[in-house]
């Protein structure tokens, strides 16, 4: 099943502050789209709004997947997204985290499972330390665990290797390079090594 | 990097969801909530220490009224646990969402639980507090203000029938502040209007439990209570959704 996102017109605003207004644009499976711009351009705002945590001013975005179209607030398991404000629960371990989100995803995972993941993202022998003795960059790496877990096909990534070790940014290259395979990625940035991902460039706040 | 996860998740992701998927959603939202209270104390303590300090408080300043029993004596006693209920309820019951809210988790829920399933969870822990706050505050009063009980069936009936109004209510509500500024000063005005109607209701219901009357009398009560919660919880199913994502 290929995936298609279609953003036409595309605003947002803050009060009476205009952030970004006409951004129409076409993402197919297999590609990535880097979006780039200086700070309080929207980039995050723009990735927000593509996974339905925020409401746009003008403009839509329709997802195209098994033969329906989806609004972003409907879209939730099409997406995966990792983000610098997104916070899983400190109190429980990793592994806790991971089968909460499982759960509430229908999805039914073994402990295997979860490790598997776990591993692929550099915190093996790690998923039953509660996140509150987690370092800033094994946070983001559960992020990535939670936005894979349920295999979407929709990659959203803001700032992606943001406290990551060099080892850390590898396996964010790893991850895109899959996801290109099995959908579509949007990776918000400011730093520019990572415009080397980009099929299609969308520079905001010019 | 090798496959770590398999193609039938994301199917299993994107398929309809079922009463049954729901159900199981919404209890993985209860348990994950238990386990961080348990872990974090965060409702817990509040409600608790102040169930016990409205029960110390009205034992020392008027438990000497307990020498002669009287409809209005009754009333007073029954208005008094209520208070009590109701304040540590105001105090606790909106932590469930205001806690994802501060710690920032509500993003990461909204995108991966259906609304409804959320709504149930939270609910369901909101209950679970509830019978708590009210068998501890019950049993403080018992000891402590002297209630004397007279139909305990109708007296458990009535708690738990407002008890079910409280929790209804405020579980709604505490969805409504939790991104608001001015949470708790909300939260007050807010429960002021749905909570009072119910909160007259169990008040006089207890008081006739109180008394040898027992569940004939409180029966009504109980039953307008029950009708209460349940217009509540229908009202909310269907308004949760557009809270939740505004």
Redesign the interface.
Known sequence: MDIRLIAHDLAASYGARTVFSGVSLEISQGEVLVVSGANGSGKSTFLRLLAGLQQATAGSVVYHYADRDWLPRDACPLIGWVAPDLALYRELTARENLRFFAEVRRLHLHDADIDDLLEQLGLGGRGDDRLSAYSSGMAQRLRYAYALIHRPPVLLLDEPTVTLDVRGAEVVDQVIARQRRDGIVVVATNDPRELRYADLLLELGR | ???????E??L????P?GLR?LL??AW??FI?DL??EL??RYALNALVLFAASAAVAVSLGVGFIGLRRSEEYLLIQSALLWIALLFAALNGLSRGFVYEEE???M????????PI?VYLGKLLFNLALLVLLGTVTSLLFIVLVRIEVGSPLAFTLVLSAGGFCLATATTILAAIIARASFKSALFAVLAFPLLVPPLIVAIQATALTLDTAGMALALPAIRTLMAYAVAMFVASLMLFRFVW?A
């Open positions: 990097m090798q496959e770590p996860y398999k193609i998740h994301r299993a992701a994107i398929r969801v998927d199981a959603a993985a939202i994950k386990r961080s872990r974090t710690t920032r988790t993003a990461a829920l909204r995108l991966a639980a259906p399933a994502e």
